[in-house]
């Protein structure tokens, strides 16, 4: 994975998000498979699975029904002339289609709580590690991909460093609306730094929000 002036690229991301779920798919019971799936990630699909062996499979909104069968570690499921193998990992449901193509679809997507508006810069100032990402609502732990990434903030400065990125990254900031605002950057627009209502702070991106904990 490669880091751009302190920016976690999506492609690699997402590669490696996928990668990592194809290697853990277990062994689940036919009632963990059935409610509604959608995809994390690029392509819009919906799998709707019933506890009677039937189902939905939607791509970008085109609907298919679907049957399906439990084997040992997967599923099989039949839609017209195409089928489709289908294994749980953790929390998502890794689809692959007869080609190789495949999709990650989860059930529950993570919320983070409320932004809250700060008083002042320094409700910002101090150390802070990142803990976890957000990428569609899937949370990612940082602490296996670039960990330690941490972030220290001082008046109208912000200083990036983590072992992943090629160099640490200043940039300079401004508060404004009760969120600080970074700029600076060679490959973004500017980006905000927002509090949470549980004391906690996200970085937030266009395709991701990194959540940060204050360090004492």
């Known amino acids: 994975m490669r880091?751009?002036?302190?920016i976690?690229?999506?492609?690699?991301?997402?590669?490696l998000l996928m990668a990592c779920l194809l290697l853990i798919c277990a062994c689940a019971s036919a009632e963990e498979y059935t409610g509604v799936w959608n995809t994390v990630t690029g392509e819009s699909v919906t799998l709707a699975l019933r506890d009677d062996g039937t189902g939905s499979l939607s791509f970008s909104g085109t609907e298919q029904m679907v049957d399906w069968?439990?084997?040992e570690q997967n599923?099989?499921?039949?839609?017209?002339e195409t089928t489709y193998t289908a294994a749980m990992s953790g929390q998502f449901l890794m689809l692959m289609d007869q080609i190789g193509h495949v999709w990650a679809l989860t059930r529950d997507l993570y919320d983070l709580p409320g932004i809250v508006q700060a008083e002042s810069m320094e409700d910002f100032l101090g150390r802070w590690r990142a803990d976890y990402a957000l990428v569609s609502g899937i949370r990612i732990s940082m602490d296996g991909q670039v960990g330690p990434y941490t972030m220290e903030?001082?008046?109208q400065v912000v200083h990036l460093q983590g072992s992943g990125m090629d160099k640490p990254v200043d940039w300079v900031c401004r508060f404004e609306s009760g969120s600080l605002i970074l700029s600076g950057y060679s490959a973004e627009t500017d980006q905000s730094l927002h509090l949470r209502a549980d004391g906690t702070l996200t970085r937030?991106?266009?395709?991701?929000?990194?959540?940060?904990?204050?360090e004492q």
């Open 3 to 6: 880091w751009d002036g302190g």
């Open 8 to 15: 976690w690229m999506r492609k690699p991301v997402l590669t």
């Open 69 to 71: 069968t439990e084997g």
């Open 75 to 80: 599923l099989s499921l039949s839609c017209g």
């Open 153 to 155: 903030i001082a008046e």
């Open 204 to 214: 937030d991106m266009d395709y991701m929000v990194i959540h940060f904990v204050r």
